[in-house]
């Protein structure tokens, strides 16, 4: 028998034993002195039959035959090579589930799930979870898990006085799964995307080999897993370049009702780039509808004791713009954070909604 066969025959009965009795782990053997403890607990199963790029309208779930928790990138290597060796069904990897069209998920298929979702006890089973991330602090570096949430790696690093010089806004994301796509943030002016600030990988790739790249090493493979939306291996482990945390940031918000006003001062902003007393560390723009303003996920960027009196703004279709920028700075430097806000701000913009001091 085959050992896709035979991983479908086992999957199968373990389906019968959890209707039975409950979730279960099974112990597969590839044939080659490989074992692998797969999941078939409905959770688990539930959890890899959808990613966010599904949740709409008409897109039915995609369940998987079973869910892979590995515990290093050596376990994940000797996966993928029995399921290229002996035809197993489709292998696939799944972050946080936030990839854009379901390349999270396969159909009847093995998903391997990278968060830390089985550490400890599971099933009655204990697993390890895969490796921290280590910051080297005089190499301005972290090396990271593929599967590792963005807002861990900064707790990580912040430990040590440090923090990624560039994020994607939104930090609950796994370190694989932006350097996939490329990692946009408004740090990107500054530092460029995240993929611009990876120094070497550890790659799985579609034949199950373990490779470091870098770019003195494995240019080619490199550069091609950087953005390259998973198709050409999976991430394991990334090192990424840090800095030194700021103590302070000055955080402001301004509304605009016209998008030309809006687009020529974030233009004027990116411009300061290379103007190290005026620059700012951060600028992002973004589009809201007013009647969502108060209700959507970025609500909190508007203080209550500061209410936005959007009717005020005369908005056109109901539509308004928001720039987001920071200024990273010191105690005794924020005096000149001010003169900076006035000298470069005030001029341009609309409308100030709120400032807001953060250490």
Known sequence: MSAANKLLLVVMCCRLIVTVVGPTVLDFNDGNNNDFQLSTNPSDLARASSDFGMLRGGVAPVEPAAVFHPTSDRDIAQLIRAAYQQGFPAVSARGHGHSINGQANTAGGVVIEMSRLAEGHADGVRREGPPRPRIAEEMRYVDAWGGELWIDVLRACLEHGLAPRSWTDYLYLSVGGTLSNAGISGQAF??????????????????????????????????????????????????????????????????????????????????????????????????????????????????????????????????????????????????????????????????????????
């Open 190 to 359: 500054n530092h460029g995307p995240q993929i611009s600030n990876v120094h070497e990988l550890d790659v799985v790739t579609g034949k199950g080999e373990m490779v470091k790249c870098s770019e003195e090493e494995n240019q080619e493979l490199f550069h091609a897993v950087l953005g390259g939306l998973g198709q050409f291996g999976i991430i394991t482990r990334a090192r990424i370049a840090v800095e030194p945390a700021p103590q302070r940031v000055r955080w402001i918000r301004v509304l605009y009702s016209n998008f030309s006003t809006f687009t020529r001062d974030q233009e004027h902003l990116i411009s300061l780039h290379g103007d190290g007393r005026n620059k700012f560390d951060y600028v992002e723009g973004f589009v809201i509808v007013d009647e969502g303003l108060i209700n959507n996920w970025r609500s909190s960027f508007f203080s209550p004791r500061n209410p936005v009196k959007i009717s005020s703004l005369g908005t056109d279709g109901g539509v308004l713009y928001c720039l987001e920028v920071t200024k990273n700075y010191r105690e005794s430097t924020a005096d000149t954070v001010d003169q900076v806000k006035k000298n470069v701000l005030s001029p341009n913009f609309e409308l100030l909604v709120h400032d807001n001091l953060a250490s």
